[in-house]
């Protein structure tokens, strides 16, 4: 089972008895996974001690996933993909004010990430240990956050052409937009408990 196939671990109407369990067996060793990369951090991380924590003999995790990076790549698309799922349905269907919009991809955001915690802990996994690791953050660009990026590049264009807002060099830089979603997320990750920032 490759991280392509994560974004159907939801969809198990219809599924055979066996289906449901082996979409079962799949989610627990997501549920897994992710607590052995957020406590342990990727490179401590080891298939087998997945494996221990939902109880599969020695080597059959490989039976899932063909290796670490793979098994990351499922975790963060099995947390982050409904995020922005979200995020590019609002900006896609979205009919009210472009201002009205901008707020809610920001509130969606915020809620979603931010103040989720298991989110907020994949997210500090990423900052910390992804530079480490170029091709895992890259792979989270590509899937993930380009899509989130580009659903705000098309609210801020699309407020143009309705002549709600001036034309401008940040169409061309949405993340300028996000800006204070990212400050948030950092802010409330290192500061979050001690110093807990309004959201609202």
Known sequence: VSSRSVSTTSRVVGFSPRQRRKQRRLTENLEAAFEE??????????????????????GAIYFYFKDKEDLFRAV???????????????????EGPTEELMRLLM??????VVRDRKRSRLLRLLIA????????????????????????KLAIQRGVDRGEFRAGLVGDYPQIIMGPAVVAVIWTLLFGKSHPLDLE
């Open 129 to 152: 240990e992804g530079p480490n690791f170029p091709e895992l953050t890259e792979f989270f660009y590509s899937e993930l956050l380009q899509h989130g990026m580009g659903s705000v």
């Open 37 to 58: 990369f957020t406590q342990r951090g990727y490179t401590a991380t080891r298939l087998e001690d997945v494996g221990e924590r939902v109880s599969l003999t020695k």
């Open 107 to 112: 509130t969606t955001f915020y809620r979603e």
């Open 76 to 94: 963060v698309l099995s947390v982050i993909q409904p995020t922005i799922r979200n995020i590019v349905a609002l900006a896609e269907h979205f």
